[in-house]
């Protein structure tokens, strides 16, 4: 073999070994589940059922109808939206909270796939994300009309045009959010339909639709992590409601 050769193999060899191993920490340094949201999947209460299956973990509430598929934000702890979707679930929506490889929904933004097939009882069906999940959840419904009722973005937007589809959509944010472009949020106001619903939680920031803890670069909140978890999940039980 040439020296010229041996010379070209090493230095490739060396660049996989640095995208490898830069590529590993990228994705190992994530936001976890805090204290609050390992309780939400540990504490048992009347009329919800917590039911782990392969990468999906569903909240089961009584006889439901209606069904929601949440991707979670990009380097976040799949678990930490756990008190979001029980609330959700409490208030008569079937939940599948998808977890994703690395913690990133862009890596597998076809998760969904297959999952409705698992709850033929279910009538309409939602998708939803937050943050970079959001966003991947719009593209899944984007290629998916038919399949789904609505969209539900939390501090969010959809890069796909939906304005021919007959999605409904809900859109939240916090008034304090500091990690959602604002700019790219107003740029991509245009593909949502005209109907959309919008709701900014005043005093909410972008890291509190999950328990995760603070984020780095977003706002101060205004409220705690309770209250805006709650008032999402009031806000999606009353959209889907309508």
């Not at 039911?51 to 569903?58: G, K, L, M, T, Y």
């Not at 929601?68 to 380097?75: D, L, R, S, V």
């Not at 949502?192 to 900014?200: G, I, K, N, R, S």
Request: hydrophobic share 40%; with cysteine; proline share 5%.
């Amino acid at each position: 073999m040439k020296k010229t050769t041996k010379i070209l193999l090493a230095v490739c060899l060396t660049v996989f070994l640095v995208i490898g191993i830069g590529g590993y920490a990228y994705v190992s340094d994530y936001y976890h589940a805090d204290e609050i949201a390992v309780e939400a999947m540990t504490v048992k209460t009347d009329g919800v059922q917590i039911e782990q299956d392969r990468n999906v973990i569903w909240f089961v509430p009584e006889k439901p109808t209606i069904g929601m598929i949440f991707y979670p934000g990009g380097k976040v702890e799949y678990t930490a939206y756990a008190p979001l979707l029980r609330i959700c679930a409490e208030q008569g929506i079937l939940c599948a909270l998808v977890q994703m490889p690395g913690n990133l929904a862009v890596l597998d933004a076809g998760a969904a796939d297959g999952i409705q097939e698992e709850h033929p009882e279910i009538t309409a069906w939602y998708m939803a994300g937050h943050s970079l999940g959001g966003a991947m959840a719009a593209n899944y419904a984007a290629a998916h009309p038919e399949d789904f009722d609505g969209l539900i973005l939390l501090a969010a937007y959809s890069t796909k045009d939906l304005t021919q589809t007959p999605l409904r959509v809900l859109s939240v944010y916090g008034s304090e959010d500091g990690v959602m472009s604002r700019e790219a949020y107003e740029k991509n106001r245009a593909n949502l339909p005209a109907d959309t619903t919008e709701l900014v939680l005043n005093g909410g920031c972008h890291a509190q639709f999950g328990s995760y803890g603070p984020q780095e670069g977003d706002g101060v909140p205004a409220i705690s992590g309770e209250e805006q978890v709650r008032k999402t999940a009031d806000a999606i039980s009353v959209f889907i409601g309508q």
